[in-house]
Nanobody, 119 residues
């Protein structure tokens, strides 16, 4: 399974960005999808997740500013980010859980996309 992320970039504080992560390959059925981020010299942290049915959870630091969504027909997960802050600067990774053709649950990571928020 391959994940292709897009939408990162450089934005001023208060600006917005929308990340996309498209998955392809031997996917029988998608399960949970999520976004994580890793800032320099910090551990990777959860940003948001969304279930197959659309239930979302968020890190406290992004609640009210970020929105995760998904299009199951396109095997794609999105992260809409508003009111960006310099502390949101990080490499953002998508993670997709899926059932393969043997109905085993697997997980795959995207390559990461850089988000830089200038003050």
């Amino acid at each position: 399974v391959q994940l292709v992320e897009s939408g990162g970039g450089v934005v001023q504080a208060g600006g917005s960005l929308r990340l996309s992560c498209a998955s392809s390959g031997s996917i029988f059925r998608l399960n949970d999808m999520g976004w994580y981020r890793q800032a320099p010299r910090k551990q990777r942290e959860l940003v948001a997740t969304i279930t197959h049915g659309g239930s979302a959870t968020y890190a406290d630091s992004v609640k009210g500013r970020f929105t995760i969504s998904r299009d199951n027909a396109k095997n794609t997960v999105y992260l809409q980010m508003h009111s960006l802050k310099p502390e949101d600067t990080a490499v953002y990774y998508c993670n997709v859980e899926y059932f393969n053709e043997y109905y085993s649950l697997e997980s795959s990571w995207g390559q990461g996309t850089q988000v830089t928020v200038s003050s």
